[in-house]
């Protein structure tokens, strides 16, 4: 099945003590794209990935990391969390940035005391 | 600054009437918009793209128009039905050509 995957779904953790959330998708896409969705802010994209070593800063990039070192795998890393990292994070892939359908992960629920 | 707009306030509806949702932007030039619906608590789910040089699109009971001039774009869905109470969003194809930009989405509700 073509799917786009998240790990974990849910993560409660504590300021400054990093952590990963893992992204893979299994449809060859060279698009892989991150975002975060908060009430009334909506769906913001933190980083985004044209194909394997390339990346790119979205809109709200301050305190993550990314790195497209294989096609189907695309990490997010908080090097060190805060709690205005708490938010529902979504990852999303299509075959280009141009086509027609993101496909989204599951999402992950992030809450950082 | 760059805007993208959708009514925050719920739409509510009865069972068969005709939905229309409204996406409108300011200091873009997007090369296509998408819709895509939402369900609490889960990922977008894309529904229907346009492009800059399309005034219309259909999928089945949905209907997306794009002014350009306006900056507008509607969205419509015919014989609607409680299933499809949820959260739509727009996105504009943005950043040179590399970047989704979404809007805040606009709730849903169909009523029997």
């Known amino acids: 099945e073509a799917q786009v995957t998240q790990n974990p779904r849910y993560l409660i953790t504590v300021t400054g003590k990093k952590l990963t959330v893992t992204c893979s998708q299994n449809m060859n896409h060279e698009y892989m794209s991150w975002y975060r969705q908060d009430p009334g802010l909506g769906l913001r994209q933190i980083y985004y990935s044209m194909n394997v070593e390339v990346t790119d800063k979205g809109d709200v990039p301050e305190g993550y990391k990314v790195s497209r070192k294989e096609k189907r795998n695309f990490p997010l890393i908080l090097e060190s969390p805060s709690p205005n990292q708490t938010s529902l994070y979504f990852c999303?892939?299509?075959?280009?940035?141009?086509?027609?359908?993101?496909?989204f992960g599951p999402g992950t629920r992030l809450t950082v005391l | 600054s760059q805007k993208i707009e959708q009514n925050s306030e719920a739409l509510n509806i009865q069972e068969g009437k005709t939905a229309t949702l409204t996406c409108n932007y300011t200091n873009y030039s997007p090369a296509y918009l998408q819709w895509y619906r939402q369900d609490p608590g889960r990922g977008p789910v894309f529904l229907l793209l346009i492009r800059e040089n399309e005034k219309e699109k259909r999928k089945e009971r949905l209907k997306v128009t794009f002014d350009t001039t306006l900056k507008q774009s509607l969205f419509h869905i015919t014989a609607s039905q409680p299933a499809d109470s949820a959260t739509y969003l727009c996105a504009l194809l943005t950043g040179g050509g590399n970047k989704l930009t979404f809007g805040t989405g606009t709730q849903l509700k169909v009523e029997l």
């Open positions: 999303a892939s299509s075959p280009t940035a141009r086509t027609d359908t993101q496909y």
